[in-house]
């Protein structure tokens, strides 16, 4: 595949008609090889009628979406953008986002911004690359305003990164807050509990293609691939054509697939890690923690797609604790998630704000329960169990239950236990 440079920032001309769909002037369509050619005029034709299930087969398929002017197009139709949804939801139409009340992440989206744009574009001038920055503080900026329940988290900034430098800072607006809300919410959530849980399906991958691997890797928790899993991979590739490609690829395919794909390159990188002890665990992490190089981005993608269909989600073990909030059951048909509305998001959020929230207090129950755990008389206890259960599921605050004052404690202090 051709190299290809981050563009400048112009905004491309949208429309619903592939014969209306030209990239722009400046396009170096005809510098692409023939193959290259016919797949261009297959995703415009796509684009025009709205055919997801062409684009994503074209988005997965060799070359991807091929250049940048194709990608401006292509990837809203994948995000499920249109006119009505333009705008970022959330009550605010009309109101100009800078003022909005501050977003209680701002500070922190101030720290990473001022280190983006490290591998890519390069050649800029100091004051192109200061352009850039306030360009994306700006988007993040606007996104988490306008949508104030989401939490920020590092490396979000490398995602938005990528979006600014393919569809120009107005175009990804929209574009992120629904990556934001609707493909990648797990990350954005209180807890990095629906984060962590994405991982917890690695070991049961690896078991299923390779359990020679799988048991090579026991005694390392698969937290090597949180930055990778986390940021899209946006963080770990340098290249600008490798993470332009891969996006292409993560933004037409289901939520999992990113899981899938950190898989497939532990599973790449078997012979070198069956030379490493599995006694040591830190050593095996740290190979795990860096992608290999040079890695080649067509390849994997292949490899992952058929990976993906040997060994699906519902096969593993650890997808039925899958929350059924998380992105990876709600994002795992495009189709389904591009019609999902912001609200839609928003909704899902909440619900699954409120199940982690449930799922703390249970665990606050049964290490305090353990902490006191000498008999209280098994009928009293089994009561008590049940009514701290009920009362959790209704409300939130949990240090009414487990205070250094809270019922728990004063219950069980009258217990003399």
């Known amino acids: 595949m051709s190299q290809q440079s981050p563009p400048n920032n112009t905004e491309a001309p949208r429309s619903n008609s592939s014969s209306s769909l030209p990239l722009r002037a400046n396009s170096k369509i005809f510098q692409f090889s023939e193959a290259q050619e016919v797949k261009v005029k297959l995703i415009l034709k796509a684009c025009g009628g709205k055919d997801l299930r062409s684009l994503v087969k074209l988005a997965t398929s060799k070359y991807g979406l091929v250049q940048d002017d194709v990608r401006k197009i292509a990837w809203p139709i994948l995000l499920g953008i249109d006119n009505k949804d333009a705008t970022v939801d959330g009550g605010n139409e009309g109101l100009d986002w800078r003022f909005l009340p501050r977003h209680h992440d701002e500070d922190q989206v101030r720290l990473d911004v001022a280190r983006s744009f490290i591998y890519y574009p390069s050649h800029q001038t100091a004051q192109e690359l200061e352009r850039r920055k306030t360009e994306l ?25 990528v979006f600014l430098l393919v569809l120009g800072p107005q175009n990804s607006v929209p574009a992120v807050a629904r990556l934001s809300v609707l493909r990648i919410r797990d990350f954005m959530l209180p807890s990095l509990a629906p984060a962590l849980a994405h991982l917890r399906l690695l070991p049961s991958i690896l078991n299923s293609e390779s359990p020679e691997l799988c048991a090579h890797l026991s005694k390392t928790q698969p937290f090597f691939a949180l930055a990778a899993t986390l940021t899209l991979y946006a963080h770990d590739i340098q290249e600008y054509s490798d993470i332009a490609r891969l996006f292409d690829v993560l933004l037409a395919r289901e939520a999992v697939f990113s899981v899938y794909l950190f898989a ?27 992608l290999p190089q040079p890695l080649d981005i067509e390849k994997l993608i292949q490899e992952t797609v058929e ?20 992105v990876l059951k709600t994002a795992s048909n495009i189709e389904e998630v591009s019609s999902q509305t912001l609200d839609d998001g928003k909704s899902l959020y909440n619900k699954q704000a409120t199940q982690l929230r449930r799922i703390e207090l249970r665990r606050n129950i049964a290490a305090v329960i353990w902490k006191y755990r000498r008999p209280v008389g098994a009928a009293g206890l089994a009561a008590f169990v049940v009514f701290i ?18 019922l728990m404690a004063s219950t069980f202090r009258r217990l003399k236990i």
Not at 137 to 160: A, K, W
Not at 389 to 406: E, I, L, P
């Open 137 to 161: 503080s700006d988007v993040i900026t606007q996104v988490l305003r306008e949508q104030p329940f989401l939490n920020y988290f590092q490396g979000y900034h490398d995602i938005c990164q």
């Open 264 to 290: 497939n390159i532990v599973i790449l990188q078997k012979d070198a890690l069956f030379e490493i002890p599995p006694d040591e665990p830190e050593m095996l992490h740290s190979v795990l923690c860096k």
């Open 307 to 326: 990976l993906y269909y040997r060994h699906p989600p519902s096969s593993l073990g650890p997808w039925k604790q899958i929350s059924t909030y998380s």
């Open 389 to 406: 259960s009920w009362y959790t599921g209704r409300h939130r605050s949990s240090w009414w239950v487990f205070g250094k004052n809270g």
